[in-house]
Structures are given as C-alpha cells and as structure tokens.
C-alpha cells in the first residue's frame, strides 16, 4: 500500500531540515497521538548522522508517549542531505515499512514537503491493510499541519 502526503511550509528548506531530521522534530510532528524513542546509545543520531545503510536498533512507539505499541527497526536507505532521505526499515507489525520525505525550495522562503510511505503487513495483519492505509495517511496528515505550526508559531 502507497500513502502521500504533500504541503507546504512557511520556512526555508535548511529550517526544515535542521527540524525534521531530529528526534525532537520527528516527535513533535507525531504528538500528542505518539513518540518514538531512538534506541538505547543513539539518542544524539539525527536523520542525517544515522549511518547510511546500517540498521540503528529499535525505535519502540509509545501511545500517546507512554504505552509502547509497535517498533520501528530504523534504517536510512538513502540520504540526500539538506533535502531527503529514505527510510527502509521493518516493524513488529509490518514487513516492510519505507518512508521517503524530502524537502523542496518554493520560493519566497517556502518548502514543499513531500511523504511517500510505502509499508506492508505482516501475513496474520494483511486484512487491516485499507484501515491502516487511513491510519497512516490521518497520521501524516496530522504530522503535517504540526510541521506547519511549528513555523507558523516560530
């Protein structure tokens, strides 16, 4: 199943990018619905210093931050830096899970910012694919509009 999400920012794309590539950003964008933590010894690793190709460990979601649901064995397929980067990682409910943000200039100090998920159930979840896919695409939407704020706010 393919999700996009597309919108855009009021903010330079090198604001963005210094925002969305660290867990802060990336927690900001997914509160108050959830948190993912970076593993154990690699709280510091950001998007772009996340070694390119090499699986960083379990990102464990928590509901609402507190109740851990699922995992995100994070791996950063490629980088693009200041503009992207694609994720291609496997959870505990999915076997595949591929995120591909980047970041475009549009001009007067705006960046259009685009999400490409691609995931796929694990077999037993498989008939929860089209109420995942609505799942996913309420919760990139909502990442969205807290992206927005947080420029709009700044």
Do not use: K
């Amino acid at each position: 199943m393919i999700v996009e999400q597309l919108s855009t920012v009021d903010a330079r794309v090198e604001q963005v990018w210094a925002r969305v590539v660290t867990p802060e950003g990336i927690n900001d964008e997914l509160r108050p619905w959830m948190t993912m933590s970076m593993p154990r010894g690699a709280e510091d690793l950001t998007v772009d210093t996340v070694p390119v190709g090499t699986p960083v460990g379990r990102c464990w979601m928590r509901l609402f931050g507190v109740l851990p649901f699922d995992y995100d064995h994070l791996t950063i397929a490629e980088l693009w830096p200041g503009r992207g980067f694609h994720e291609e990682s496997t959870m505990l409910s999915m076997r595949l899970w591929r995120h591909e943000r980047t970041l475009e200039p549009d001009g007067d100090g705006r960046t259009v910012v685009r999400d490409r998920i691609t995931f796929e159930l694990r077999a037993p979840l498989r008939v929860l694919t089209p109420v995942i896919a609505v799942g996913v695409r309420a919760l990139f939407g909502h990442r969205h509009r807290r992206l927005q704020r947080h420029f709009a706010e700044h």
